[in-house]
């Protein structure tokens, strides 16, 4: 996972797309953020902040990438993008589909000097469909794909925002993907770059492959009734003395060594029931066993046993589970302030904290000047606030 030599021209803000962008910097790539002359990335002031001042979601997705600011809506702004362009590798966008059109740093502009260029477009509904246009917001596209109606156990329960921005992470996660894959057709290639339309919606229904096949028949599966979602007793969550634990045995196997464990022998052969009542007699049993114990207690007694269980922890207590701490998730910046870093491991991963966050245009003219701008062109510019 060596990206370096690979550069980003990085047009997103907030959240999805800089998450993105995150991915690729902690792979090695010159990721530079393409900032405007006012207010920046919003998510630079965003509540909470850090000691520093910083939104902490902009502290947590911008580490060790670059920044410049330029005014897009002016002629000379386009000049200075284009001419940035054409020495990228990749440029990834998150506007609504038309804007870049507008600003004229759209892909088929940009291609017509860098021909090689890889382009993201990123967005809620994606480039095409009656809702393409549509603002929205993590909430809006998690209840188009589905998955906020598979918070409720009925449909008499109202659904549940995740806990989690669900379809903002996953789409910015299937953009680095998508991205990467791109940049490996273009080497494997003739070298021409190519256009990605990438739509969160559509990533969070494609999550949904567990159930898409009753989807598909256009029947409606409920949570708690298919078999990832608590329609087997023995994949669920349970409450326990003090918190709660996962069973997760579909397995044979697995199933077999939690009964052994807990002397309930007599339920090994009713894994896999279709009964109803037998089904129903054995959760609430299970239910009754479970809290008899606290949530440590439980994971002490299954301590060795290939049994799948496991704890419900809170977020807090996630980041400082040992686990979590043996695969360096976890890191500390220059700052030694922790932070959830690349969710990978490997002997060409990199293993640090990203580096510094950047200051709002902090490397605009040191880029501009790599693009052959001179002293007096960039003054000029300074003057016309067109760049920052």
Not at 45 to 66: E, Q, W, Y
Not at 194 to 205: I, K, N, P
Not at 215 to 243: I, K, M, N, Q
Not at 332 to 344: C, L, N, S
């Amino acid at each position: 996972m060596n990206l370096d030599g690979v550069r980003v021209l990085d047009l997103t803000r907030l959240l999805p797309g800089p998450y993105a962008t995150q991915l690729l910097a902690d792979c090695g790539a010159d990721v530079v953020k393409v900032e405007d002359t006012g207010a920046g990335d919003y998510a630079r002031s965003m509540p909470p902040l850090t000691d520093d001042g910083h939104g902490k979601i902009f502290d947590a997705v911008n580490r060790g990438k670059r920044s410049v600011s330029i005014d897009l809506k002016t002629d000379a702004g386009r000049e200075a993008f284009h001419a940035l362009a054409a020495d990228a590798d990749v440029v990834v966008e998150g506007f609504r589909p038309g804007v870049v059109d507008r600003l004229g740093v759209d892909y088929d502009s940009v291609r017509e000097t860098n021909p090689g260029v890889v382009y993201c477009s990123l967005s809620g509904y994606g480039g095409t469909g009656p809702l393409s246009e549509h603002v929205g917001h993590d909430i809006n596209y998690v209840g188009l794909s589905g998955l906020l109606d598979m918070t409720r156990g009925s449909t008499e329960e109202r659904p549940r925002v995740p806990g989690y921005p669900i379809a903002d992470m996953a789409g910015g996660l299937f953009t680095a993907f998508a991205i990467c894959g791109a940049l490996l057709s273009r080497e494997l290639g003739d070298g021409t770059g190519e256009y990605v339309d990438v739509g969160m919606s559509d990533v969070v229904l494609s999550f949904g492959q567990a159930v898409a096949p009753a989807a598909l028949r256009g029947d409606s599966p409920r949570p708690g009734e298919t078999p990832l979602t608590g329609g087997y007793p023995w994949y669920d969550v349970y409450e326990t003395a003090d918190g709660y634990v996962t069973l997760g045995a579909l397995e044979p196997q697995f199933w077999r060594a939690f009964c052994e464990t807990v002397d309930r022998e007599e339920w090994i052969d009713l894994h896999m029931t279709d009964d109803p009542a037998e089904r129903a007699a054995l959760r609430e049993s299970l239910a009754e066993l479970f809290a008899t114990k606290t949530r440590d207690e439980w994971l002490e007694t299954f301590d060795g046993v290939d049994a799948t269980l496991g704890g419900v922890y809170t977020p807090a207590e996630a980041v400082e589970h040992p686990q979590v701490e043996a695969r360096g998730t976890v890191t500390r910046d220059e700052r030694d302030e922790p932070r959830v870093g690349f969710p990978a491991c490997g002997n060409q991963v990199a293993d640090d904290a990203g580096g510094p966050l950047p200051a709002q245009g902090e490397h605009t003219e040191a880029l501009l000047r790599e693009a052959g701008y001179d002293e007096v062109t960039l003054d000029d510019l300074r003057a016309d606030s067109v760049i920052r």
